[in-house]
């Protein structure tokens, strides 16, 4: 039951309220120890493995897991000159995602069936 991950995060700094970073990771679960497919609800499985939420059998998905993840945080408070106080922590963040998921003789695959997505986002933080 040997599963693993390991992430680096780098940042620059292009501005004083601008900064550029990537994010890669390596999630490998080889024997489908640590991930499991939709089907398998935890929260609605008692102690004998019995699911609640119907009668679908647990489907385990081995499988190394790969994401890079390119990104923005923009802190619009610095440039605007905006003097109330909640406002200046502001961070606007757009992100650029790449997954694959490499499967393991499994029939069960994410990203609707395929082996990888791109995803793009967009969110803001206030730290309070």
Same mark, same amino acid.
């Given at each position: 039951m040997e599963w693993y991950s390991i992430n680096?995060?780098?940042t620059y700094n292009l501005l004083s309220d601008l900064s550029i970073g990537i994010r !890669?990771? *390596?999630f490998t /679960?080889? @024997?489908g120890w *640590? @991930?499991?497919s939709p089907y *398998?609800?935890?929260s609605a499985t008692n102690n004998r493995g019995i699911s609640y939420a119907g009668n679908i059998p647990a489907i385990s998905a081995p499988a190394d897991y790969y994401a890079i993840t390119l990104g923005m945080n923009w802190k619009p408070a610095k440039r605007l000159k905006v /003097?109330?106080?909640?406002?200046?922590k502001l961070n606007v963040r757009p992100n650029i995602r790449y /997954? *694959? !998921?490499d499967g393991i003789? @499994? !029939?069960f695959r994410p990203f609707d069936g395929k082996k990888d997505q791109f995803l793009f986002s967009l969110d803001a933080t206030i730290p309070f």
């Amino acid at each position: 039951m040997e599963w693993y991950s390991i992430n680096t995060h780098l940042t620059y700094n292009l501005l004083s309220d601008l900064s550029i970073g990537i994010r !890669a990771e *390596r999630f490998t /679960d080889r @024997v489908g120890w *640590r @991930v499991f497919s939709p089907y *398998r609800i935890l929260s609605a499985t008692n102690n004998r493995g019995i699911s609640y939420a119907g009668n679908i059998p647990a489907i385990s998905a081995p499988a190394d897991y790969y994401a890079i993840t390119l990104g923005m945080n923009w802190k619009p408070a610095k440039r605007l000159k905006v /003097d109330w106080k909640p406002m200046q922590k502001l961070n606007v963040r757009p992100n650029i995602r790449y /997954d *694959r !998921a490499d499967g393991i003789g @499994v !029939a069960f695959r994410p990203f609707d069936g395929k082996k990888d997505q791109f995803l793009f986002s967009l969110d803001a933080t206030i730290p309070f």
